[in-house]
């Protein structure tokens, strides 16, 4: 009982002191969350009813990942240039027809284009919202900012993959009109509220940092976040798994139906959304940045290890729990590191390179990953998995010793 209550405790202090519009932006960022069906079930959609091999149904889903990857440079450099605000609205207005024409395409190379171009609209509202999580937020709560953000984004994650199973047991074309539908709410709420709304401006912070913006003027010129970015792409390649072969994986291996792939993949959302704030409040105040990096990608890597003896139903979500308690510990100190090593006149740079780590391992995660599980079995990708988690942890103890 003592532990329930020091839980409760530290969870209800990870909220205080957030600002109104924080907890709006998440608001936001879990309504348009709550539609995004289509990617998880993307995999098995072309595999089921496209009946496209597992590596072409990999080639799609990488074209997802080329079009974050020019969403993410693009919304970050436009994000510098017009601020925040318009790239949002842009960005979840512009997504709508092409979640309403994408069901139309049904060849492989007409499926790629469609997919890019989604992706691309998509993924400008990442580091637009990120650098609008850093504006709102007290300099003090930056972390636990972006834990709330993703506590959000993670609740809806876990509602739409679930709600998505039922709808794609029906017809996956209600998948791509409800992202629609959800897109035009989070984005009418999002222009209703922060419309002229002013935000934080950390002068003192700009001040003490002016000597690091004669030498960096922009992320992509910054050697040692460069090499913290690129830990960071081979962290997601792993990670991303969850988006891509696992489902297959769910699927073929494990043989379970959509409905219980959709209720597996959301219980990845409420693990995060029960613990992440939590979680993050504790591990900020008792471990060091590189710890956290550190920890959480081990936490990666045992997600994967555990699947190589076993794939029963226990197994299955303890998989998910490792990979979601990875996921609390990677994800909000990423950007936090992000965040630190920009001003505000480039943080769209950095919150868009933080995107573009992510974006690679969507080209990367489902076009390696869906090779390796056809040509040499599921069991061979989680061992390189494993492995590729552990250069990572080495190579954030280094790197993190010069951020």
Same mark, same amino acid.
């Given at each position: 009982m003592n532990i329930l209550k020091q839980y409760w405790q530290n969870y209800i202090s990870a909220y205080k002191g957030l600002s109104k519009a924080t907890w709006l932006l998440a608001l936001v960022m879990f309504i348009n969350q709550s539609g995004s069906m289509v990617l998880p079930f993307?995999?098995?959609?072309?595999?089921?009813?496209?009946?496209?091999?597992?590596?072409?149904a990999g080639i799609v889903l990488s074209m997802f990942g080329v079009g974050s990857i020019l969403g993410s440079f693009i919304g970050g450099w436009l994000?510098?240039?017009?601020?925040?605000?318009?790239?949002?609205?842009c960005s979840l207005f512009g997504?709508?027809?092409? #979640?309403?024409?994408?069901?139309?395409?049904?060849?492989?190379?007409?499926?790629?284009?469609?997919?890019?171009?989604?992706?691309?609209?998509?993924?400008?509202?990442?580091?637009?919202?990120?650098?609008? @999580?850093?504006?709102?937020?007290?300099?003090?709560?930056?972390t636990r900012a972006f834990s709330l953000n993703r506590m959000a984004l993670n609740l809806g994650y876990s509602i739409g993959p679930a709600i998505g199973g039922f709808l794609a047991a029906v017809s996956y074309n209600f998948l791509f009109y409800a992202n629609a539908c959800m897109s035009f709410i989070a984005g009418t709420l999002f222009i209703i509220y922060f419309k002229n709304r002013a935000g934080n401006a950390p002068k003192k912070v700009i001040a003490e940092k002016a000597a690091t913006v004669a030498k960096v003027k922009s992320a992509y010129t910054d050697g040692v976040f460069l090499i913290f970015s690129f830990f960071i792409a081979i962290y997601a390649f792993c990670f991303f798994q969850i988006l891509n072969t696992l489902p297959l994986f769910y699927k073929n291996v494990? #043989?379970?139906?959509?409905?219980? @792939?959709?209720l597996l993949m959301g219980f990845n959302g409420i693990v995060v959304f029960v613990l992440e704030?939590?979680?993050v409040h504790f591990a900020e105040k008792k471990f060091t940045?590189?710890?956290?990096?550190?920890?959480?990608?081990? #936490?990666?890597?045992?997600a994967f290890l555990v699947l190589i003896p076993s794939h029963s139903q226990l197994i299955l979500f303890s998989s998910i729990f490792l990979i979601s308690i990875s996921e609390i510990l990677i994800m909000p100190f990423a950007s936090t590191v992000a965040v630190n090593r920009s001003l505000p006149a480039n943080r769209g740079s950095y919150m868009g390179l933080n995107g573009i780590s992510f974006s690679i391992a969507f080209i990367t995660s489902p076009l390696l990953g869906t090779y390796i599980?056809?040509? #040499?079995?599921?069991?061979?990708?989680?061992? @390189?998995?494993?492995?590729?988690?552990?250069?990572?942890s080495i190579g954030f103890y280094f790197i993190m010793k010069k951020i």
């Open positions: 993307l995999g098995v959609y072309m595999a089921t009813v496209l009946d496209f091999s597992l590596q072409n994000t510098d240039q017009f601020g925040s605000f318009k790239i949002q609205v997504s709508i027809p092409f #979640f309403l024409i994408v069901p139309l395409f049904n060849t492989f190379e007409n499926l790629c284009v469609a997919i890019f171009f989604l992706s691309l609209i998509k993924e400008l509202f990442r580091p637009a919202n990120s650098a609008s @999580v850093s504006f709102y937020a007290k300099p003090e709560n930056i494990a #043989f379970m139906n959509e409905k219980e @792939v959709g704030m939590a979680l940045l590189s710890a956290n990096m550190i920890i959480g990608s081990l #936490f990666c890597g045992a599980a056809e040509n #040499f079995g599921f069991t061979n990708l989680w061992i @390189v998995n494993c492995t590729m988690i552990a250069i990572t």
